[in-house]
């Protein structure tokens, strides 16, 4: 069992950044690859970005590859997001999620464990 807190959502200009933190309870956080989704109004909940168990690999989704990084400390449980010049269209929820299927799950169904969500919003 995995729980999972988000935090570090905000109101930030366009062309600003924002570090998206996710917090994690439980012993086997390190067994687990992460992952970020964010879901608009109105729209399906989309993949942005994942990582290893280790850290050792990440992969990104085309909207937001070059601008966004994610990382990883297993000695705090914890996963970032990073975001750079951050654009209107990146306006969303943003999601945390844990998975046992690795870096390249990017469909909502390979997550077992998701976090409460934290708003992000982008003025133009």
């Known amino acids: 069992q995995v729980q999972l807190v988000e935090s570090g959502g905000g109101l930030v200009q366009a062309g600003g950044s924002l570090r998206l933190s996710c917090a994690a309870s439980?012993?086997?956080?390190?067994?687990?690859?992460m992952g970020w989704f964010r879901q608009a109004p109105g729209k399906e909940r989309e993949f942005a970005a994942s990582?290893?168990?280790?850290?050792?690999?990440?992969y990104y989704g085309d909207s937001v590859k070059g601008r966004f990084t994610i990382s990883r400390d297993n000695a705090k449980n914890t996963v970032y997001l990073e975001m750079n010049s951050l654009k209107p269209e990146d306006t969303a929820v943003y999601y945390c999620a844990a998975n046992r299927w690795g870096v390249r799950a990017t469909s909502t169904d390979r997550y077992d464990y998701w976090g409460q969500g934290t708003q992000v919003t982008v003025s133009s």
């Open positions: 990582i290893s168990w280790s850290g050792g690999a990440t």
């Open positions: 439980g012993r086997t956080f390190s067994s687990y690859a």
